[in-house]
Nanobody
């Protein structure tokens, strides 16, 4: 079982930056793949970024490549999402998610946080 708590959201002007954090509980955190998703008002939740349990492999949605960076610190049970060059269309609730160990790269996530709001003003 993994519990996830996001933080770091807020109101920021377009062009600004934020770093979102996800604190995970559970001794097996280091073996979980981790991801970030977001849900804008009236829209479905979309994939943003993912990172393997070692941190050696990452994946990004096309819309955020070059602006967002996912990272993790297994010693601290933390996952981060650095967001640069924010745009109004990045406004959404951002969720952290954990994927139990599976063979290969998995896009199935088993545990979710409650989310943190990011609002970008133009």
């Amino acid at each position: 079982q993994v519990q996830l708590v996001e933080s770091g959201g807020g109101l920021v002007q377009a062009g600004g930056s934020l770093r979102l954090s996800c604190a995970a509980s559970g001794r097996a955190f280091g073996s979980y793949g981790m991801g970030w998703f977001r849900q804008a008002p009236g829209k479905e939740r979309d994939f943003v970024a993912a990172i393997s349990w070692t941190g050696g492999t990452t994946s990004y949605a096309d819309s955020v490549k070059g602006r967002f960076t996912i990272s993790r610190d297994n010693a601290k049970n933390m996952v981060y999402l650095q967001i640069n060059s924010l745009k109004p269309e990045d406004t959404a609730v951002y969720y952290c998610a954990a994927s139990r160990p599976r063979p290969g790269w998995s896009s199935t996530y088993d545990y979710w946080g409650q989310g943190t709001q990011v609002t970008v003003s133009s």
